[in-house]
């Protein structure tokens, strides 16, 4: 447990980690430039044009949009806008918040009066708790109590139905967090009748029966954000059960995933469900989004390192890889391998033909409100607290830090490193007057030969854990992590490979040709083309893939395919009966593969600077 900050009250097991409080990490660097690129793209715009967040939204009193959008979206409004401590933004958040704080009525139902399903109001409870870390505001306790009261003598006869019986663990967390702070034993009845009502993801892992693309017959428990949002599940299942089975449970969830449906990012297919583990399947960026929602949740709970892995390779990789630099404009649908953004058909399981046009809505309007949350979540939990009152990190990146450790004492942390594009990690303590706690430190599970330097002591430290130091620290002492990254071959799909560095994951830069072709300013939908060819096989030892690492340095601007941090280059040959095919690249051929074409140069950037990318390529015989 934790002396300052709340974590699982008895009789729930006890957690790892706590969560910080919205707010005690503040993003620094690269981190918060691309937090204000969000900020002034479809974040800050959308509201101002796009209907469904207008002045007349059922979460602002309107008639309009009822539903899910409106809290989707302050979902992702409300951390930002209070990471960047912008005036505007919050002054936005209180309109939205007011209302709804108001909008109660005397039975405890609040938001929209027409609103009779428990999905989105699980989707308000989580802006609500973030709102009251950040803020302080009393009248979230009392609303959520209220509301959990109505809720407990609706759910006898008021059944959860359709999303929300798969998506259950998202109100079961807001009930848990107010347990947490209250101690009501009556709220640990209502979250188990919840997860009575809810889908059973733990079981639905254990014994998983989707190994191959759907193709008819498309079951809530097959869609993909649904999935990103039920691998925490097991992990909620526990905090309620103590079982054994549910412990492990999110580890099994992330193994049939990738085994069956998993993509070279991190994520896994689904457009709109399952969709195997071809390169030209899509993933809903909604499902990104909520994967690493569904990875913050985990760590917090079970403090796997391996989950601070994949929530930075998602972060770093999927998550950019779907938005243009400017985050205007974004996908519904992106691809391991997109060689071509167009309005046409494609082997989606079951989406529309514009599902991977970059704009404002292509396909549907859910991950327009949705997106939002994905960077500002991820920066404010890059630290977590501990037991022993000291701190972990849990994922890297450049922040400041204030927070309460062991005696009471306040340790301002601050990290300074342009990682994932550099291998070394400066922290600085500052520090009132001497102190001793522990800090944890995750080391990636591919940083072989780590090493972590405290006050000149250069210490080993062990890949795929979390390095503790628990020791009297000074005002000004410094630790810097070093993370060697090695480049990497990954087998895929048909034996192609995927190169990888640190926590990086690198594609064929494709000269790209953007063509606007609906919609209106400031954020119509392009079709992108490519303007260069894509269709080689690497030439690489995948034993030993020794290729020329070339630093360009961390701009304004990281994810385009112009402004990437570091390149790889690479020696590859064009595979000519390797063409397009139902409008995406072709089948990838299989594995070793032979060709006559001359030797080329190729450059390689990251996958989330490539809009355009051939991520899993074949490999050439030697």
Same mark, same amino acid.
């Given at each position: 447990?934790?002396?300052?900050?709340?974590?699982?009250?008895?009789?729930?097991?006890?957690?790892?980690?706590?969560?910080?409080?919205?707010?005690?990490?503040?993003?620094?660097?690269?981190?918060?430039?691309?937090?204000?690129?969000?900020?002034?793209?479809?974040?800050?715009?959308l509201?101002?044009?796009?209907?469904?967040?207008?002045? $007349?939204?059922?979460?602002?009193?309107g008639?309009?949009?009822?539903?899910?959008?409106?809290?989707?979206?302050?979902?992702? +409004?409300?951390?930002?806008?209070?990471? +960047?401590?912008?005036e505007?933004?919050?002054?936005?958040?209180?309109?939205?918040?007011e209302?709804m704080?108001?909008?109660? #009525?005397?039975?405890?139902?609040?938001?929209?009066?027409?609103? $009779?399903?428990?999905?989105?109001?699980?989707?308000?409870?989580?802006?609500?708790? @973030?709102?009251?870390?950040?803020?302080g505001?009393?009248?979230?306790?009392?609303?959520?109590?209220?509301?959990?009261?109505?809720?407990?003598?609706e759910?006898?006869?008021?059944?959860m139905?359709?999303?929300a019986?798969?998506?259950?663990? #998202?109100?079961?967390?807001?009930i848990?967090? +107010?347990?947490?702070?209250?101690?009501?034993?009556?709220?640990?009845?209502?979250?188990?009748?919840?997860?009575?009502?809810?889908?059973?993801?733990?079981?639905?892992?254990?014994d998983?029966?989707?190994t191959?693309?759907?193709? *008819?017959?498309?079951?809530?428990?097959t %869609?993909?954000?649904?999935?990103?949002?039920?691998?925490?599940?097991?992990?909620?299942?526990?905090?309620?059960?103590?079982?054994?089975?549910?412990?492990?449970?999110?580890?099994?969830?992330?193994?049939?995933?990738?085994k069956?449906?998993?993509?070279?990012?991190?994520?896994?297919t689904?457009?709109? %469900?399952?969709?195997?583990?071809?390169p030209?399947?899509?993933t809903?960026v909604?499902?990104?989004?909520?994967?690493?929602?569904?990875?913050?949740n985990?760590?917090q709970?079970?403090?796997?390192?391996?989950?601070?892995?994949?929530?930075?390779?998602?972060?770093?990789?999927?998550?950019?890889?779907?938005?243009?630099? #400017?985050?205007?404009?974004?996908?519904?649908?992106?691809?391991?391998?997109?060689?071509?953004c167009?309005?046409?058909?494609?082997?989606?399981? $079951? $989406?529309?033909? #514009?599902?991977?046009?970059?704009?404002?809505?292509?396909?549907?309007?859910?991950?327009?409100?949705?997106?939002?949350?994905?960077?500002? *979540?991820?920066?404010?939990?890059?630290?977590?607290a501990?037991?022993?009152?000291?701190?972990?990190?849990?994922a890297?990146?450049?922040?400041?830090?204030?927070?309460?450790?062991?005696?009471?004492?306040?340790?301002?942390?601050?990290?300074?490193?342009?990682?994932?594009?550099?291998?070394?990690?400066?922290?600085t303590?500052?520090?009132?007057?001497?102190?001793?706690?522990?800090? *944890?430190?995750?080391?990636?599970g591919?940083?072989?030969?780590?090493?972590?330097?405290?006050?000149?002591?250069?210490?080993?430290?062990?890949?795929?854990?979390?390095?503790?130091?628990?020791?009297?620290?000074?005002?000004?002492?410094?630790?810097?992590l070093?993370?060697p990254?090695?480049?990497?071959?990954?087998?895929?799909?048909?034996d192609?490979?995927?190169?990888?560095?640190?926590?990086?994951?690198?594609?064929?830069?494709?000269?790209?040709?953007?063509?606007?072709?609906?919609?209106?300013?400031?954020?119509?939908?392009?079709?992108?083309?490519?303007?260069?060819?894509?269709?080689?096989? +690497?030439?690489?030892?995948p034993d030993?893939?020794?290729?020329e690492?070339? *630093?360009?340095?961390v701009g304004?601007?990281?994810?385009g395919?112009?402004?990437?941090?570091?390149?790889?280059?690479?020696?590859g040959r064009?595979i000519?009966?390797?063409?397009? @095919?139902?409008?995406?690249?072709?089948?990838v051929?299989?594995?070793?593969?032979?060709?006559?074409?001359p030797?080329?140069?190729?450059?390689?950037?990251?996958?989330?600077c490539?809009?355009?990318?051939?991520?899993?390529f074949?490999?050439l015989e030697?």
């Amino acid at each position: 447990m934790n002396t300052y900050y709340p974590g699982p009250r008895k009789p729930l097991p006890p957690s790892e980690f706590a969560f910080l409080p919205l707010g005690a990490v503040k993003p620094a660097g690269w981190l918060r430039r691309q937090l204000r690129i969000q900020a002034e793209g479809q974040t800050g715009l959308l509201p101002e044009f796009w209907e469904s967040l207008g002045p $007349n939204s059922g979460w602002l009193g309107g008639t309009g949009e009822s539903w899910e959008r409106g809290p989707y979206y302050l979902d992702g +409004l409300v951390p930002l806008a209070y990471l +960047l401590d912008d005036e505007k933004l919050k002054a936005r958040v209180s309109q939205w918040l007011e209302w709804m704080l108001g909008s109660q #009525d005397a039975f405890g139902h609040f938001g929209p009066k027409s609103l $009779n399903d428990w999905w989105p109001f699980a989707v308000a409870l989580k802006v609500l708790t @973030q709102y009251h870390e950040a803020t302080g505001d009393e009248r979230v306790i009392t609303l959520m109590k209220r509301f959990f009261d109505y809720m407990k003598g609706e759910l006898g006869h008021n059944h959860m139905h359709s999303w929300a019986i798969v998506r259950w663990a #998202d109100m079961a967390l807001s009930i848990i967090w +107010l347990y947490n702070r209250t101690g009501d034993a009556g709220l640990l009845d209502l979250a188990n009748m919840v997860r009575g009502q809810g889908h059973d993801w733990s079981w639905h892992f254990w014994d998983f029966a989707h190994t191959e693309k759907q193709t *008819k017959n498309f079951p809530m428990r097959t %869609h993909v954000v649904n999935n990103a949002m039920g691998v925490k599940a097991p992990g909620v299942q526990y905090l309620l059960t103590g079982w054994e089975e549910h412990r492990q449970g999110a580890e099994r969830a992330m193994w049939v995933l990738d085994k069956y449906h998993g993509t070279a990012a991190g994520i896994f297919t689904g457009d709109e %469900h399952y969709a195997g583990k071809d390169p030209i399947q899509g993933t809903e960026v909604c499902a990104v989004v909520e994967y690493m929602f569904s990875l913050e949740n985990l760590i917090q709970i079970l403090g796997d390192p391996a989950m601070g892995d994949r929530l930075e390779k998602i972060a770093f990789n999927a998550l950019p890889g779907t938005f243009s630099a #400017d985050m205007k404009a974004h996908q519904y649908d992106q691809q391991a391998n997109q060689v071509l953004c167009t309005i046409e058909p494609r082997p989606w399981t $079951n $989406n529309n033909m #514009d599902s991977n046009v970059f704009g404002l809505e292509p396909q549907y309007g859910c991950c327009t409100a949705n997106f939002h949350q994905g960077w500002p *979540k991820f920066a404010a939990n890059l630290w977590m607290a501990t037991a022993g009152d000291g701190l972990a990190a849990v994922a890297y990146a450049p922040c400041e830090l204030a927070a309460m450790v062991r005696d009471g004492r306040r340790v301002g942390v601050k990290v300074e490193t342009d990682y994932p594009f550099d291998e070394t990690i400066r922290i600085t303590l500052h520090l009132p007057q001497e102190s001793a706690f522990p800090l *944890k430190l995750r080391i990636p599970g591919w940083a072989e030969g780590a090493t972590v330097t405290v006050c000149g002591e250069i210490l080993s430290a062990l890949p795929g854990t979390f390095h503790t130091l628990d020791r009297v620290w000074k005002d000004g002492e410094t630790i810097e992590l070093h993370f060697p990254m090695k480049v990497r071959a990954e087998r895929r799909y048909r034996d192609s490979i995927t190169l990888t560095r640190g926590p990086l994951v690198y594609s064929l830069k494709i000269g790209e040709r953007w063509e606007r072709v609906r919609g209106e300013d400031p954020c119509p939908d392009y079709a992108v083309y490519p303007t260069t060819p894509w269709n080689y096989g +690497l030439l690489v030892d995948p034993d030993d893939p020794r290729v020329e690492v070339v *630093k360009k340095g961390v701009g304004d601007v990281i994810y385009g395919p112009d402004f990437a941090p570091v390149e790889l280059r690479v020696k590859g040959r064009r595979i000519p009966e390797w063409g397009m @095919q139902d409008n995406c690249s072709g089948p990838v051929p299989e594995s070793p593969v032979t060709s006559s074409e001359p030797l080329e140069d190729l450059t390689l950037i990251p996958y989330g600077c490539a809009k355009l990318r051939i991520t899993e390529f074949p490999l050439l015989e030697g």
